[in-house]
């Protein structure tokens, strides 16, 4: 499991070839001590400036620099740095002292708001644990939250994200560790930055938190109501046929209340229908098909005669598992998103995904990987599991693969229906999408109104599945709330040198729940992400050759193959794990996660069964097909005003990494 540890270690992230020396000046960034690729790098503090030399006498040649910028050091002299922006040229010298020391790749984000409170920043650690260890912690909390609420000063807290609207997803934000404590079990203390360096000049997309579209405006630039897009993505194969109906009548029902409403134009529906391979059973018609886009309730009936064609199908599919993975990346991938300010996949399903290693499995993404790419979307996907009697033996494969589908701050947004008949569970899963539609039309008319919805009580124990179904609901339906009025308030996020948070939620953990306040991403170089695909890649063919012929030299083809980057291609492999050979790259070495692929020796993998060698290679090969879509998506992609694009930056969450 991908944690914050005690390895947090300033590390570089940015690598980039050598230029040749231009005269008199330093040929590429300073390099950390013991590394080969691996450059030193600072942050930039409010009032710093750029000279042209060791002096504040010199000229300025950089008036402009904008607060919080990474920079490289090129050199150091006595309490100054010479340092620039990319990696080709120094652009100047600033003060030592109005920098912070950033040699590392890690990164925090605020997590979705749907239970939390908002993150406080504390002065010093010294507030904080006094926080702690009050007796009553939760009265103090709240009294905080109100008083930041409120923008009244407090001695203790320099910052505060916002209360009433989460920090814009399209706003490219760092928050760099700093340093880690860990004065009690469950929680950990870090030192951070919180920086917004907007949108530097030249050479990039400017960078973009999330594709989840700009603030919602009318065309004459007044704020406009949320829209929000629900894709139904249905199991259509035999067996499925009440589920259908049932959502038929569910797009009917709410329709209809939001005609009543006045709003006919605020939310939309869309159908995505899969089934199984047609390679392995041409009958079945297709493997995924859109059979609505969006559509309103203003031109209902479009939606509506489409739905009615759509039936169960008439011919068994080769394996009881289905292609549900197809059905949703072809939503993600295909819809009409971005007309919605709010995005939801509502799959619905009574078998597990193909596994990866069904040769009639068409996405490469596995469950976790495909939740990714959702979610750097703005797409969250909830599942609902119909158990049936006949998929006993494939109920806890389906459950695991659903819940890392659905996952959002460590709660899957996964709803389990126990139908003893096709007439119960229907009746169960009419439950849980009402809920879901009606929540989300409140939201809509909340918002439209000026109206603020109610986060749920964490307290709340659902004792049934309608009850269960409409807490997730009511959280989702927060969250959402908070995501758009980021969107268009374009909320950014608290802007301070250095200051205390904790990881998790401290009211709830006081209540035994853990709730992450952030998660953790690592910046890396499109130079970075091309070295880690081609060696993973590297891995993958070797790893697939020595399984086919019983070869013995599994590690020895991964070198030949890596030799431009391994660190010592001729080294002995015996013992030696794959990071200690130098196969991917430094600036992997010690983030505080445990990489099966790092720390795989060659001794472990010939001690694999066929079976768990597959396993580890589809692993790999869901790794890759998402460093394709990180690659593509380039409206995620930061600049940090470079015009070398090897030097673009990418936040990959943690747990992306091999």
């Not at 605020?110 to 908002?118: A, K, L, W």
């Amino acid at each position: 499991m991908h944690r914050l540890s005690a390895l947090f270690v300033l590390l570089a992230v940015f690598c980039c070839a050598l230029v040749q020396p231009a005269s008199g000046v330093q040929a590429a960034p300073l390099l950390q001590e013991g590394k080969k690729t691996l450059y030193q790098r600072v942050i930039s503090h409010p009032t710093a400036v750029l000279y042209a030399e060791a002096s504040d006498k010199s000229s300025v040649v950089n008036k402009g620099l904008r607060p919080f910028t990474p920079l490289y050091v090129y050199e150091r002299g006595q309490g100054w740095l010479h340092v620039g922006i990319g990696t080709n040229r120094a652009d100047g010298w600033i003060r030592a002292d109005l920098t912070t020391p950033w040699n590392q790749a890690l990164t925090l984000l605020f997590t979705n708001r749907s239970e939390r409170d908002p993150v406080l920043f504390f002065k010093d650690m010294q507030a904080l644990r006094t926080i702690c260890d009050a007796p009553d912690l939760s009265a103090q909390l709240a009294a905080l939250q109100k008083a930041a609420a409120e923008k009244k000063p407090d001695p203790r807290i320099v910052a505060a994200e916002p209360a009433d609207s989460s920090v814009a997803l399209n706003r490219f934000y760092l928050m760099p560790i700093l340093e880690m404590q860990e004065p009690y079990e469950g929680t950990k203390f870090l030192r951070v930055a919180s920086i917004d360096p907007g949108k530097l000049a030249a050479g990039g997309s400017g960078g973009a938190a999330g594709a989840a579209g700009p603030a919602a405006t009318n065309p004459d630039g007044t704020k406009r109501s949320p829209k929000t897009g629900i894709a139904f993505v249905m199991d259509t194969t035999i067996s499925m046929g009440p589920y259908i109906e049932q959502s038929r009548a569910i797009i009917k029902t709410i329709y209809d209340r939001l005609q009543k409403s006045n709003l006919t134009d605020h939310v939309g529906f869309a159908f995505v229908a899969f089934r199984n391979s047609t390679a392995a059973e041409p009958r079945l018609e297709y493997t995924s098909t859109i059979v609505s886009d969006f559509v309103t309730a203003k031109h209902r009936s479009e939606l509506e005669s489409r739905l009615a064609q759509v039936k169960e199908a008439k011919v068994s599919t080769h394996s009881f598992d289905e292609d549900s993975l197809a059905g949703v990346y072809n939503a993600v991938e295909s819809l009409s998103w971005q007309d919605y300010d709010s995005r939801i996949i509502l799959l619905v399903t009574d078998a597990g995904p193909l596994p990866s290693d069904d040769r009639y499995a068409s996405v490469a993404m596995q469950p976790s990987e495909l939740n990714d790419f959702a979610s750097q979307k703005g797409i969250w996907i909830v599942a609902v599991h119909v158990k049936t009697p006949a998929g006993v033996k494939d109920h806890d494969y389906a459950e695991q693969a659903y819940k890392a589908l659905s996952m959002k701050n460590g709660r899957p947004q996964y709803q389990t229906i126990k139908a003893g008949t096709p007439k119960e569970g229907a009746r169960f899963f009419a439950a849980v999408a009402d809920s879901l539609a009606t929540t989300m039309t409140q939201m809509v008319t909340f918002t439209s109104q000026g109206k603020f919805m109610t986060r749920p009580k964490v307290e709340a124990k659902p004792r049934t599945p309608e009850e269960e179904a409409a807490l997730m609901a009511q959280r989702l339906g927060y969250a959402l709330q908070l995501e758009y009025l980021g969107r268009t308030n374009r909320t950014p996020a608290p802007e301070v040198v250095s200051s205390w948070i904790t990881d998790m939620d401290l009211n709830l953990l006081a209540q035994n729940q853990r709730v992450p306040n952030v998660e953790v991403a690592v910046l890396l170089t499109k130079a970075q992400l091309s070295d880690l695909h081609a060696q993973i890649g590297a891995i993958i063919d070797n790893a697939e050759r020595t399984k086919k012929t019983d070869s013995t030299d599994f590690f020895q083809g991964i070198l030949s193959a890596s030799a431009r980057t391994a660190r010592d291609p001729n080294m002995p492999t015996a013992g030696k794990t794959l990071a200690q050979l130098g196969v991917l790259g430094e600036f992997l070495d010690g983030l505080p996660y445990r990489s099966e692929v790092m720390l795989l020796t060659e001794e472990d993998w010939y001690r694999k069964s066929v079976g768990e060698q597959t396993a580890f290679i589809n692993r790999l090969k869901s790794k890759l097909a998402r460093y394709d879509e990180y690659d593509r998506d380039r409206k995620n992609w930061e600049s940090f005003g470079m015009y070398n694009a090897n030097d673009w930056v990418y936040r990959v969450p943690l747990n992306m990494l091999p």
